[in-house]
């Protein structure tokens, strides 16, 4: 199981309970008010199905998006995408040379893979803490040592997979680096809005204006069809990043970003954002829960305070990847295993907790529970049989 793309496959077979890939609730999709802003948009407004330029009214409402977020922008510095993962892609064209060096952390998305592989990179690799997340001090050696990255890719709040957010101090610390050395950061704050108590530190974006390269995205907090998302950059790569996107797909989804727009305009997506938060505290607390009472006790996970994810690691010398397919096999249920995120981390697996309901979620992770322990057993791991 080397990809989320065969994952995906195997999760989408009749009857399996899925955790596996990092979906949104969809019936929590705003579906009823989404229809009447559409309906809206198409009656008054003719150019919606038409091509067009980057539309600016969506642009100063992502300006004050931002600013709940702690972030001072203006619309010049808003370039508008069709989603996070093209903005992810063009920064890396733009930036990142044919073998030039890049920095990921040892576990992570995989799209930033995806959108670097076209130009052949050297990977450099950090490692990060269950904790306070990224190892910033292995990043300072690195730049110390003459590493001379093309970029530093990070996700701030409700890490993928790693489900962790990044410490204040050490927030603190990479803007500092980043300006330091000139070195840029793409800054994936997809699951910025998407927290479980108090509100949480501003993004990078907030401490480093010039070197923090900061993606948005409508699909986590609306609908990831819906193909919308957004750049926080410095005005001066904005027609460089025009260029770019034009030979690629020519123009933003017209019709997606006036929809939005009409949405964000009548003062939608608070409530919206309420509703989100509850349900996913609510999601997150039952399989935090359900792990407690199903798995052994050998089994650590992390308590996410944000995103979709709970990232937990199973007693040395277990394969998450074979147990993927035993799982699917016998109890029906599915997740991802560590390995696709990087090396280093095949006793590990990732749980979205976002996409069931909180029965389904009770059902699949006592399922997954039965699969750890047999397997476990089976291959004369010290489990304890009884509930921590």
Not at 102 to 116: K, R
Not at 158 to 180: F, I, W, Y
Not at 227 to 247: D, E, I, M, Q
Not at 352 to 364: K, V, W
């Amino acid at each position: 199981m080397t990809s989320l793309r065969e994952i995906m496959d195997l999760a989408s077979r009749p009857g399996v309970l899925s955790f596996a890939i990092g979906l949104p609730a969809a019936e929590l999709f705003p579906n009823e008010a989404l229809a009447d802003q559409a309906a809206h948009v198409l009656r008054g407004d003719p150019s919606a199905l038409q091509y067009g330029i980057p539309y600016k009214p969506l642009k100063s409402q992502i300006v004050e998006l931002m600013a709940l977020r702690g972030v001072r922008c203006t619309e010049e510095q808003i370039f508008l995408t069709s989603g996070a993962q093209q903005g992810m892609d063009l920064l890396s064209r733009l930036l990142l040379p044919p073998g030039g060096q890049v920095l990921f952390e040892q576990s992570v998305y995989d799209g930033i893979h995806l959108a670097t592989r076209q130009q052949r990179p050297e990977i450099l690799t950090i490692a990060a803490d269950p904790a306070t997340g990224m190892d910033v001090d292995a990043v300072e050696s690195l730049l110390a040592g003459g590493a001379r990255p093309a970029f530093l890719y990070a996700i701030t709040d409700g890490h993928n997979p790693l489900g962790v957010s990044l410490s204040l101090e050490k927030r603190h610390r990479l803007a500092a680096l980043a300006r330091r050395h000139r070195m840029p950061i793409l800054e994936d704050d997809v699951y910025g809005f998407l927290y479980y108590g108090d509100l949480p530190a501003a993004p990078l974006r907030a401490f480093e204006d010039e070197w923090v390269y900061y993606l948005g995205s409508f699909s986590k907090i609306l609908a990831p069809a819906l193909r919308a998302g957004w750049l926080v950059v410095p005005p001066h790569l904005t027609a460089r990043l025009s260029s770019l996107k034009h030979g690629a797909d020519l123009d933003t989804p017209s019709l997606s970003h006036r929809v939005i727009s009409a949405y964000l305009e009548a003062d939608l997506l608070p409530a919206h954002l309420a509703i989100l938060r509850d349900e996913y505290r609510r999601r997150r607390d039952t399989m935090l829960a359900a792990l407690r009472n199903h798995f052994p006790p050998e089994v650590r996970w992390n308590h996410p305070t944000s995103g979709m994810f709970v990232w937990a690691e199973l007693p040395p010398g277990l394969d998450a990847a074979a147990l993927l397919q035993t799982a699917v096999e016998t109890e029906s249920v599915a997740f991802s295993p560590g390995v696709v995120f990087g090396p280093g981390a095949d006793h590990c697996l990732r749980l979205n907790f976002t996409s069931l309901s909180p029965e389904r979620i009770e059902d699949g992770i006592e399922r997954l529970g039965r699969v750890i322990r047999r397997a476990a057993l089976e291959g004369d791991m010290p489990v304890l049989l009884s509930s921590p």
